[in-house]
């Protein structure tokens, strides 16, 4: 890179200004995960204790080294989060690009319509369905499976992701379609040979907020739907550190800390990805 | 294959004991498995509940006793009756909070009480004696009014969150004034005697740590730990906790009201509920009692900082008083103790008292009108 | 053989007629040009004949056949999309190959098919790059390249010209000409440029609001435009027009009255003319200085020097339109200095009230005749 | 292209398999919900039809309360979430160095499970041992510990606040994209006339990022509606319901209480009244933005 | 007063020179376009005079005073964008108003000017619209007129036709003109379409990877270009070249061979070119049929018919470029029959080795000289 254009240089104040905005912004942000990492800095005899100091007497890193005695599958809990979300990305991905492309491609009666209906699932948190959803799964035999949160997962991220990637594919002109058309290709082989590649920045940027939101959001599915231990995911994983008497608030903290890095690490890499495919889906002028 | 009873199990894991006394059974009855999934407090009691109204109960569940009454009249589970000598081995009281309709429904398996405690220190930068608990009401509250004055400190700790001990610590308050909510099937609680308490609470407000409504029992139990309360009403947890801090302090019954025949408490009970329709509900009932049988049941309440009450006498809970005399209250408070009043709508009753209880503290409305505003509504969910 | 006849064809969109009962006979292997102002249907007629819009009405026949319900790919008809319509992600190779990857052709024929495709357009270098990294003329052979593989009976062009710039275009031109003597196939191009049109065309088509205006040879339209909108589309600059009076008809032509000077313009007449005001036509390169059959001096206020010629532009009155002249490179001519202008009767063309033109007696020994028979 | 009908057969082909998928997980247990809204569904193993009962029950009680609460809850956090993530998506446009790490470090509330978040702001909320009101101790600003979630104003703001928290890493991201696919000539025309850096955000940046910011905010509307986790994890609706919000309502009233039929009832209303929500925010905003903003 | 002055002014991306060395003076009023190939620098050029990207080295000076270090709006200027950079969500009016609205002009005098520049413009009904229902040239007069209020010294034009079609493109090129004579501004245009610097510019810079290749006048370049380049670059179609041997020189000019037949080619001779090879340049307006000081027969590949003019393609070698000739619109020819064409030496044009010109003794008598002198 070479040095900013011109309309980028900043004067001393605008940056004095920028910079104290930018820290604003990020204290909002990262002020709780700052007392979350106090805490588990903290000895637990310690952690109740006023007046309030920002550092920690005696601080140390024991809580991360302790939480993986005291709730031994805290590993297996990454994992599973991992091992769920992944599929849920898979299986949301496969359903939605089709259904992205139809809704960016061909309008017939009722499409709108029924983007409106796929809208209108977001209007419903799973807390609400919980019970009927529960008869549904026992119907469908898959409680106490790690399906038992994959298919609750999958259908209520399916919305957000049509909506995404229509957006995106509305932008791949048109032209590439029929010339496909022309030249006797089939909608199918025209949507796997020409649109999918073309399409690989949205689809990624779909694929990323799936797996976030699904490495989240397992919490209530989870608890209502799976009663195996070695099933359990990172949220629910994360309850352990809850006894009967004392919640082990550092080593909970820790926890969440280690539980969250390697998504953290997923996003470092992917950042531009996710501005940029968002920016060609973006609202257009 | 092996029959299997599924025990929903309230924790972070299964208590060693508990493991060990499940082999131990499992090696009695060859042919059954005791399969306990092990869910955290806060969802555990809901969780049983959606698998029974979904249509596919465990065999057993660890609920609060104070349900018993809803899943038995709404035919969840089955009655666990108890022989005379069973009901015999438990303290007093403790039987008539898992019984309804003349039959027991449950099988407690913990129990808790509570008494008060004091900080010394505090009473002593206060000028008051610090050797000297209060005894009634009048004196908590004038004790709380000049540690309060005196060192800048709360002079006590009142929860009152939005959560189910906030019910059950005013429950403590009115059965130590001879108090009542409910009466067979009427409800008694617009009395002079709740009212009383309620104007305690009230009263004592002022002196309590800021922002009552914050917190619940254990959080209100890890401000007292940290010396910033003078007094708080409290289960056997905080002695264990206690003894880890620099802290001096005292442990006493809890301080009577004006009204007070005598000494009182609240019976806090857990127990093992028998789901029906699970098909074992037979061999589930003959585990249930052997779990909570005086062997498994006291080595598992005595082990301390599990913050329970011994739910039966022996000579080891003799031995254990004698040892550490801080049990002392809190067993003694069993034999004028009252159970949770049994509601066929628990959860409506519990809110409704949360209601009132937090419209008082933030000064919303008048003990009067909260107090008779609540007992209209419990008129529903009796 | 490529050879298409459209009958009667008609296009709705709504209630909205865009093409109004279309008759058209092309010709196997003769290049036809639809040219007209934007939004006249040519697009729409084009992608009709492809089978990506469906025909509302009419027959569309290509080689006797009616292909009215055939997909596009079993019309023999290949299409050129003005955006090129490259798929970004494939290679130059992999684009050219793609027709011939859907219908699962062997790897060496395709290859083989490829590479002399390749070969014909100039693309050898580039087959391993992607079409990002090409420039816009290279972009356009490979699109026509895709097209090339096909063998297709009938070549369809939607303005493929029309985003390069004007130095590529015109190289591009010669080459798509050259293109269509190699490869002898039916080709139709769609274009709103007109220099595009006159110069490739063995046939113009001129669309006018969902209508043909006139078919004919590029200099037939040129030379004898069917009417004012022909001759105004047809011609860069555009034709001028003036309001003249009809004086009087006779076999020898009309004699008509333009401020006072009088002229014959040599056109087969009609009768009841006279008296009725008539619109002059008179091409910019038909304008000399000097003194002519008709004779105006004018002002310019922009001169235009292009080396090889110099365009001058004045306003006749107050509000109409500008008046254009086009003259040698090395006239001596200055903005805002009267020139006195003048113009053969025997160039000008004739139009009545309702925009048709008066057939010209036009002496066309000199144009190479041949050329309005494009099968020659 | 035109309508063909095996054109239009083969949309249908690809919409299938979502369309089955969610008809099934969502659609079916919607129906069941709004069956269930018109009985006495509860722990009882029988029900029974009681027709509108829940409904009136529901306007009966202290519901209406909820509902203005609701409304107004959602409102605050919508507006406040639109003006942190704006303001944060500007900083983060500007070309300063590190502008890459404070893009990755505006994640990470998206990424932790939301519980965990919500335990953090709890403890940071927390009169004796938190972070604020200790800071503020600290500083001087109060005498003694401010529990903030024990008194019904500032939990109604403590709630708030945390839903934003978690809100605002998307509504950032999403208007960053948005800013960066404003084209860059603009901001020279506007410079090269002479428009100062504030003046340029205000007559180009804002008004053109009003479309992105209805879309956004639309979005954010739905989720910040039922939103359950953040006061049922800090408050539970107290203290004295102060922040008991319809969601709330429903689910303490659903699964807390075991009235399913009541619960179904008050899902069904909220979907009714997000609806016509939606619908009326859509129309008036898109009315505001079609004007010029000066 | 917009008088410009460009010293030594170099620009650097990273280590690679975009821009060598400038040096150029820009009288007040002068109308100077910038022209060269895509790349060549000259959008970096007027950016950096603008004010938007920075100078690495060298001065640029606005009427005496150096520059480098002022934001664009202190400098004078006013930039019209290729893109136009229209604000999308304001009305006409308030696009133009931008400027004003910037330095608080009070709402009288705002509204005045932008009605003035409206009116200028032929603006005046599209006021209350957004850009996005206005045509391509509507939208270029509307940021034309948000440069105009401002009332620049000097204007800055990024290829501002670029994006219109044809037509619209000759039509808004004499709008500008129109606009230079009536603001009487200094006015810096670039383009990479040499037609359009023929016909705008006082004076034309022509660019060539980052170095000024030749300045002067637009007849002056195509008449006296100083290389190879810049023939090749203006003029259109563009100049064909020959290899031709050196015979001789004299004081009459060069004696050169070309395939046998010498000819004496009047360009003022250097020393010891006798032997080498050198280029011969011949415009193809300057082909005619027949014989001439050289002939050369050929045969069309391509033959376009524009009306008024035939353009006929050759290939003179196996992989030799086309050769052009341009020949009146009535000429008969036919693709792949030879025909004779003839060149007068007078015309031709005589470069070194180095691409450098030989100095025409061009007889320039009939070419207004006026033209050379745009203050006149
Ligand atoms: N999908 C459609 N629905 C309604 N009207 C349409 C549709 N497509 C095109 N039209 C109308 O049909 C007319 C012809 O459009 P068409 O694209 O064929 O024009 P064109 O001659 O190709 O113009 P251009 O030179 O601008 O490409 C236009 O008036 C256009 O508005
Ligand atoms: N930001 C940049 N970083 C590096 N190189 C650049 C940058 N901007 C332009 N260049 C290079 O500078 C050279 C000149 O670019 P410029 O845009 O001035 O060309 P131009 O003459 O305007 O071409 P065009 O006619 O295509 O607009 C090009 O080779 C380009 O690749
Ligand atoms: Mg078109
Ligand atoms: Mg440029």
């Known amino acids: 890179m070479s040095q900013p254009a011109m309309i980028n240089r900043y004067r001393w104040y605008e940056l004095i200004g920028i910079y104290a905005g930018i820290f604003l912004f990020l204290s909002f942000i990262l002020a709780p995960f700052v007392e979350g990492f106090l805490v588990s800095l903290k000895p637990l005899s310690l952690l109740f204790s006023s007046p309030y100091r920002f550092w920690p007497e005696n601080g140390s890193f024991e809580a991360y080294r302790t939480m993986w005695v005291s709730v031994p599958g805290f590993a297996r809990y990454i994992f599973n989060s991992f091992l769920i979300s992944t599929v849920v990305t898979v299986v949301v991905l496969l359903l939605v690009v089709p259904s992205a492309y139809a809704f960016a491609r061909f309008k017939f009666r009722g499409s709108a319509a029924l983007l409106a209906a796929f809208l209108a699932v977001n209007m419903f948190s799973g807390a609400v369905l919980l019970i009927p959803l529960f008869r549904l799964m026992r119907s469908l035999g898959v409680l106490n499976t790690y399906f038992a949160m994959i298919v609750p997962g999958v259908a209520f991220l399916i919305p957000s992701a049509i909506w995404l990637l229509r957006t995106y594919m509305m932008r791949i002109p048109r032209e590439l379609d029929e010339a496909a058309l022309v030249d006797g290709a089939s909608h199918i082989y025209t949507l796997c040979r020409v649109i999918l590649p073309i399409a690989m920045p949205g689809i990624a940027v779909v694929a990323i907020t799936t797996f976030i939101g699904s490495y989240a959001q397992q919490f209530i599915f989870a608890l209502t739907f799976n009663s195996k231990t070695e099933y359990m995911p990172l949220p629910i994983g994360l309850y352990a550190y809850f006894g009967r008497q004392e919640v082990v608030w550092n080593e909970l903290m820790a926890a969440s800390f280690v539980g969250i890095a390697p998504a953290v690490i997923v996003i470092f890499y992917l950042q531009r990805y996710l501005v940029s495919g968002l920016t060609a889906g973006a609202v257009k002028q | 294959a092996d029959q299997e009873i599924s025990w929903i199990y309230c924790g972070d894991k299964i208590d060693p004991i508990h493991e060990k006394y499940i082999k131990e059974w499992e090696g009695q009855n060859p042919g059954w498995k005791v399969l306990p999934e092990v869910v955290g407090w806060a969802q555990c009691q809901d969780k049983a509940t959606t698998l029974a109204v979904a249509g596919t109960p465990v065999a057993m569940a660890y609920v609060g006793s104070r349900t018993l009454k809803e899943f038995a009249e709404n035919e969840l589970i089955v009655p666990v009756p108890m022989t005379e000598e069973e009901k015999k081995s438990y303290y007093p009281n403790i039987v008539d909070t898992v019984t309804f309709e003349g039959t027991q429904w449950g099988v407690p398996i913990a129990f808790s009480t509570k008494a008060l405690y004091w900080n010394k220190d505090l009473f002593k930068q206060a000028g008051l004696d610090p050797e000297t608990p209060p005894k009634t009401w009048a004196e908590e509250i004038a004790f709380a009014k000049q540690i309060k004055e005196k060192t800048g400190i709360a002079g006590y700790g009142l929860p009152a969150k939005t959560f189910d001990n906030t019910m059950h610590q005013f429950m403590h308050w009115v059965y130590t004034n001879n108090g009542k909510v409910i009466d067979g099937d009427e409800i008694v609680m617009d009395s002079p005697e709740v009212l009383a308490a309620l104007q305690a609470y009230k009263d004592i407000m002022p002196y309590s740590v800021e922002g009552a409504t914050a917190y619940e029992q254990n959080e209100i139990r890890a401000i007292f730990l940290d010396g910033k309360a003078g007094m708080i009403q409290s289960g056997s947890g905080a002695a264990a906790l206690l003894k880890d801090t620099k802290i001096d302090w005292g442990i006493a019954p809890l301080p009577l009201g004006p009204s007070a025949k005598g000494e009182g408490t609240l019976l806090i009970t857990d127990s093992l509920a028998i789901f029906k329709d699970s098909g074992v509900e037979e061999k589930a009932i003959e585990f249930a009692k052997f779990i909570t049988s005086p062997g498994p049941q006291g080595e598992y309440e005595l082990q301390g900082g599990a913050g329970l009450t011994p739910l039966r006498p022996s000579p080891k809970v003799d031995e254990f008083v004698k040892a550490d005399p801080s049990w002392k209250p809190l067993i003694d408070g069993i034999a004028y103790g009252g159970p949770e009043p049994l509601f066929r709508d628990y959860r409506g009753f519990q809110n409704a008292m949360i209601e009132m209880v937090q419209s008082v503290v933030t000064g919303k409305a008048e003990p009067t009108d909260a107090l008779k505003k609540a007992a209209g509504e419990l008129e529903q969910y009796k | 053989m490529g050879q298409l006849t459209l009958k009667k064809v008609q296009k709705f969109y709504g209630t909205y007629e865009v093409l109004k009962r279309i008759e058209l006979e092309v010709k196997n292997g003769e290049f036809v040009v639809f040219v007209g102002p934007s939004g006249c249907g040519k697009s729409t007629l084009l992608r009709m004949i492809a089978g990506l819009d469906e025909t509302s009405a009419g027959d569309i026949l290509i080689d006797g056949k009616r292909v009215n319900d055939l997909p596009p790919v079993k019309r023999g008809i290949a299409m050129v999309f003005q955006s090129y319509a490259l798929y970004p992600h494939m290679t130059v190779f992999e684009n050219i190959a793609f027709p011939l990857r859907v219908e699962k052709m062997p790897e060496e024929r395709l290859k083989a098919k490829v590479e002399h495709a390749a070969r014909i357009l100039h693309l050898g270098e580039r087959l391993q790059q992607k079409p990002g990294m090409l420039s816009g003329g290279q972009r356009q052979r490979v699109a026509i390249g895709r097209a090339i593989v096909r063998e297709p009976k009938i070549f369809l062009f939607d303005e493929p010209l029309s985003n390069l710039d004007a130095a590529l275009r015109a190289d591009m031109r010669i080459e798509l000409a050259k293109l269509h003597r190699q490869l002898k196939a039916t080709m139709i191009y769609v274009t709103h440029d007109q220099v595009e049109a006159m110069t490739m065309a063995d046939r113009i088509v001129v669309l006018n609001a969902g209508e043909i205006a006139q078919t004919g040879a590029p200099l037939e339209l040129y030379h004898k435009p069917a009417n004012v909108f022909v001759a105004g589309f047809i011609g860069h600059p555009r034709m001028n027009f003036l309001p003249v009076t009809c004086k009087g008809a006779s076999d020898a032509g009309i004699e008509i009255d333009f401020l006072g000077q009088t002229a014959l313009i040599p056109v087969h007449p009609r009768a009841g003319m006279v008296g009725a005001t008539l619109t002059l036509g008179i091409r910019p390169e038909h304008i000399a200085i000097g003194s002519g059959d008709l004779s105006l001096t004018i002002t310019p206020s922009v001169v235009e020097r292009l080396g090889a010629n110099t365009v001058a532009y004045a306003s006749l009155g107050e509000d109409s339109e500008n008046y254009c002249a086009m003259l040698p490179g090395t006239v001596a001519l200055r903005t805002d200095e009267p020139v006195k202008t003048g113009i053969r009767a025997a160039d000008c063309h004739l139009f009545d009230q309702n925009g048709m033109a008066f057939e010209r007696r036009v002496d066309m020994t000199d144009i190479d005749m041949a050329l309005f028979d494009p099968a020659a | ?294």
């Not at chain 4, 470090?105 to 938190?130: E, S």
Request: glycine share 8%; hydrophobic share 55%; net charge positive.
């Open chain 4, 1 to 294: 292209m035109g309508v063909r009908r095996s054109t239009v057969i083969f949309a249908w082909i690809l919409l299938l398999p979502a369309v089955l998928y969610v008809t099934v997980i969502v659609a079916y247990p919607l129906v069941d919900t709004f069956v269930l809204s018109f009985t006495n569904a509860s722990l009882k193993k029988t029900t029974n039809w009681v027709g509108t009962a829940n409904y009136e029950k529901i306007f009966n009680g202290t519901f209406a309360e909820v509902i203005v609460r609701t409304f107004v809850w959602t409102t605050f956090s919508v507006a406040i979430k639109m003006i942190i993530g704006t303001f944060g998506a500007l900083m983060l446009n500007a070309a300063v160095p590190g502008r890459a790490l404070f893009r990755v470090l505006t994640m990470p509330p998206w990424i932790v499970p939301m519980a965990i978040g919500i335990f953090m702001w709890g403890w940071m909320y927390n009169g004796q041992f938190g972070m604020i009101s200790g800071m503020l101790q600290n500083w001087g600003l109060v005498d003694g510990p401010v529990a903030f979630l024990a008194h019904g104003s500032t939990a109604f703001w403590a709630t708030i606040i945390t839903d934003v928290w978690i809100g605002v890493p998307m509504v950032t991201l999403y208007m960053l994209a948005s800013m960066q696919a404003i084209p860059q000539d603009l901001y020279e025309a506007a410079w090269t006339d002479g428009a100062g850096r504030f003046y340029r955000f205000r007559r180009i940046t804002l008004p053109l990022l009003v479309p992105a910011m209805i879309t956004m905010s639309m979005l954010s509307l739905i989720a910040t509606f039922n939103s359950f986790d953040i006061i049922w994890i800090l408050t539970q609706g107290g203290p004295n319901g102060d922040t008991t919000t319809m969601i709330i309502d429903t689910y303490r009233t659903a699964i807390g209480s075991k009235k399913y039929g009541e619960g179904a009832a008050r899902a069904v209303l909220i979907c009714i009244f997000l609806s016509i929500f939606c619908v009326a925010y859509f129309r008036v905003t898109h009315r505001l933005a079609s004007g010029e903003h000066r």
